[in-house]
């Protein structure tokens, strides 16, 4: 089968998600300039570059998260486990502006360290980040929000041996549809020439 984008692919639901899979979850946490908290689930998220570390995540509309990070200039990344799929399936549910996710899901948050903003407090991982840049994408209102890592928490549990254990942390990841998966078992591969 071929389709070109522009002229529709005739099947039942778009198999662009489902091919470009797994995807990380980024669970963005914010806080508005009106001191509301805010939590969501994004599937186009991924890391950028390395040193300063920076990453994107991409939001079909202006919804609440991009619009509290145009105000305050943060946000925060949690990581998402499989054993908190159904509070963050929970979180993806539309709300009237203002709606605090935290408090409607029943999930307990913490404070960030380097940004005024809350973390999930038991997510494997939370990354503290400044906004660098909100590029308006082609499209219906797509926006890409880059920012820079400014803090980085991880759970005691989930490191371990100096490493950041995604045996541990199982994060959830994003296919196609209504289908997400889990880490299944982990292999090394050294790059030419390593040791």
């Known amino acids: ?12 639901h778009n198999p662009f998600n489902a091919i470009v899979a797994p995807r990380p979850i980024a669970w963005i946490s914010t806080r508005d300039s009106a001191g509301r908290d805010n ?19 991409s939001s079909t509309g202006r919804k609440d998260s991009v619009s ?10 949690n990581v998402v486990s499989y054993d908190q799929r159904d509070l963050m399936n929970a979180t993806s ?21 380097t940004i005024d903003c809350p973390r999930v407090a038991l997510a494997p991982a939370t990354l503290e980040c400044r906004l660098s ?17 400014t803090g980085v928490h991880m759970r005691d549990d989930c490191v371990i041996d100096g490493r950041f254990d995604l045996n541990l942390a199982r994060p959830l990841a994003r296919l196609g549809y ?8 982990l292999f090394e591969l050294l790059r030419p020439g390593q040791k």
């Open 133 to 149: 840049e909100v590029i308006v994408l082609k499209g219906r209102e797509n926006l890409m929000v880059l920012g820079e890592v």
């Open 178 to 185: 209504r289908d997400y998966a889990q880490l299944g078992p």
């Open 1 to 12: 089968m071929f389709y070109r984008p522009q002229d529709g692919h005739g099947l039942p």
């Open 39 to 57: 939590l969501a689930p994004y599937s186009f998220f991924n890391a950028v570059a390395y040193e300063p570390p920076q990453l994107m995540f």
């Open 93 to 113: 549910q539309t709300h009237p502006r203002g709606v605090d996710e935290f408090t409607q899901a029943g999930i307990e948050r913490a404070e960030c360290q």
């Open 68 to 77: 509290a990070i145009e105000e305050t200039g943060v946000f925060a990344v």
